[in-house]
């Protein structure tokens, strides 16, 4: 059993993925070839933004929305203490200072009450000057941006939304990528949308943005002439390849990928629900479903859980062990942080299931089967 079933995927894909390689290999656009601007179309389209500019990794694309933002030292900018390092990290390299906010236990993102608590600590301490939320989506579930928005009004932030797990998600038909000033995803192979590498993109419907974004992403170049170097840029772009694949891949998720996660979902809430802690979907959010993510009582039974289905061959995971301000990248991080319980808590008490399009059937049955006769009394 496969913990998110890539080879799968191909196989079922190879036919239209292995003529989509062979045309750029013929073409010989290696760099920004046409499938990548016609992808970058496709994703804008999808996501309903009028700017998406393709990038190197989900990293980088929030490296470049924090430089879009000038985001620099001295600024404070709001990062939920669950998820993954990057998050965070993207935003000490351009020098700013993350504050972390702890989450909501339900929903595992970012608490808008608790953001506002934490604004208003930073503002009364006067050493950091607040610029912006990164809100992430986490597991495939958009963050609270109703609540986020207002939030970010009533202190004038900008919003950006990391969703480098929440490309296919919505908010009463909103798509994922859209809710940020600036929107980032990554294409990493495990994401809900992956391709065979690395690959990132950023989302605006902000023209100035998308312009500045266009120069930076090839080495600060002015308009169409590379030669012509008007700022300090970055060299991160996605190679035409990814951009083919991701063609192909983009049109299986949207024809029916999305669909079946958010089938092996349910039928996973629907053998769960009574044993353990199951995933919230607020009304009206829709999930992509980068992880399927139970809740147990306490660390003891949440490792004992994964130890026993390890036994017999049940791939899980932990995301997220250690919460960023557990860090030993950030021990030195001299900030006060507010109340971090909630994220604590969950970082000792998750555990992700397998999970993807092509699980189905039997293997959850297996599962489920399998969690069912351990005791989670
Ligand atoms: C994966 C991930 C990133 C980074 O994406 P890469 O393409 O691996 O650089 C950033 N944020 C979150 C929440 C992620 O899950």
């Known amino acids: 059993m496969q913990f998110r079933d890539l080879k799968k995927q191909y196989q079922i894909l190879k036919k239209d993925i292995d003529q989509a390689i062979v045309s750029v290999l013929n073409e010989g656009n290696y760099i920004l070839g046409k499938q990548v601007e016609e992808l970058e179309e496709s994703l804008a389209e999808y996501v309903g933004v009028k700017h998406c500019i393709t990038c190197g990794n989900g990293t980088d694309a929030l490296t470049m929305a924090l430089m879009t933002l000038d985001i620099k030292e001295g600024d404070a900018i709001f990062v939920p203490n669950f998820t993954f390092f990057a998050t965070a990290e993207a935003v000490s390299f351009s020098g700013a200072t993350p504050i972390f906010v702890d989450v909501d236990e339900e ?22 000057i607040p610029k912006a939320i990164i809100a992430v989506d986490l597991f495939g579930l958009p963050a609270d941006y109703v609540n986020i928005k207002k939030v970010a009004d009533r202190y004038n932030l900008k919003i950006i939304e990391d969703g480098a797990q929440g490309f296919g998600g919505s908010i009463n038909g909103k798509r994922a990528c859209s809710f940020g000033d600036i929107s980032t995803t990554s294409f990493f192979p495990a994401k809900p949308l992956g391709c065979y590498g690395d690959g990132g993109a950023i989302f605006t419907d902000n023209d100035a943005y998308a312009e500045y974004l266009k120069s930076i992403q090839v080495h600060g170049k002015n308009g169409a002439d ?24 983009l049109k299986a998720f949207i024809d029916y990928e999305l669909e079946a996660v958010n089938k092996v979902a349910s039928w996973y809430d629907q053998r769960l629900r009574e044993i353990v802690d199951v995933p919230t979907i607020p009304e009206g959010f829709y999930s992509s479903w980068a992880q399927y993510t139970i809740k147990l ?13 390890k036994d017999t061959e049940i791939p899980t995971m932990i995301y997220y062990p250690k919460t960023m301000s557990e860090q030993t990248a950030y021990k030195d991080l001299d900030v006060k942080n507010a109340n971090l319980s909630i994220s604590e808590k969950l970082s000792k008490t998750v555990l992700s299931l397998p999970m993807h399009p092509y699980f189905m059937g039997e293997e959850i049955e297996i599962v489920c089967a399998k969690i069912k006769k351990c005791d989670l009394t």
Do not use: C, H, W
């Open 107 to 128: 929903t595992f993102n970012l608490d808008p009450k608790k953001l506002e608590i934490v604004i208003k600590n930073v503002l009364s301490e006067r050493r950091f």
């Open 226 to 249: 590379k030669y012509d170097n008007v700022r300090i840029g970055m060299n991160s772009r996605l190679d035409t390849l990814q951009a083919a694949i991701l063609q192909v891949k």
């Open 297 to 309: 009582k306490s660390k003891k039974q949440r490792d004992e859980l994964q130890a026993k289905l």
